[in-house]
């Protein structure tokens, strides 16, 4: 025979839980995901890189705008698809509307501005390969 009660029998006692407060809902969102650090990181990296280029007055600045660009491009376009990823998963959830409306706006933002980067870069390679 086992020790264990039946939920319905007399003497059984919900204890509540100590980590939820009144009214509020844990959902155990308190720290960045890694992957959101990860692009934080690339994200200013490239941006510091692109202005270091930017103050470098070389013949080489071209190409290395070029590739700058390209590595902005592929960071936005990272941070596009975690933004879509994101929003699929918080419009899952209840009550989570508004927190995938923002994701959404910010995910789309990443989306204009990795097109735009992809589009500067190709301009560029065309700058930089011209030839007199």
Partial sequence: MTDR???????????????????????GRGLPSPGLIFLAIAVI????????????????????????????????GAA???GLRATLRAGLEDGQG???????LVGGIAAMAAAGFAAGA??????GSWKP
Avoid: C, H
């Fill in 45 to 76: 990296g490239s941006v510091l890189y692109m202005a270091f280029v930017i103050s470098v007055r070389d013949s080489s600045q071209i190409p290395l705008m070029a590739s700058g660009a390209v590595v902005l491009a592929l960071v936005f």
């Fill in 122 to 127: 190709i301009i560029l390679f065309q700058i």
């Fill in 98 to 104: 508004g927190r995938a409306m923002l994701i959404a």
């Fill in 80 to 82: 596009a698809a975690y």
């Fill in 5 to 27: 009660r039946s939920r319905y029998e007399t003497g059984w006692e919900e204890t509540p839980d100590d980590d939820a407060s009144e009214g509020r809902v844990r959902t």
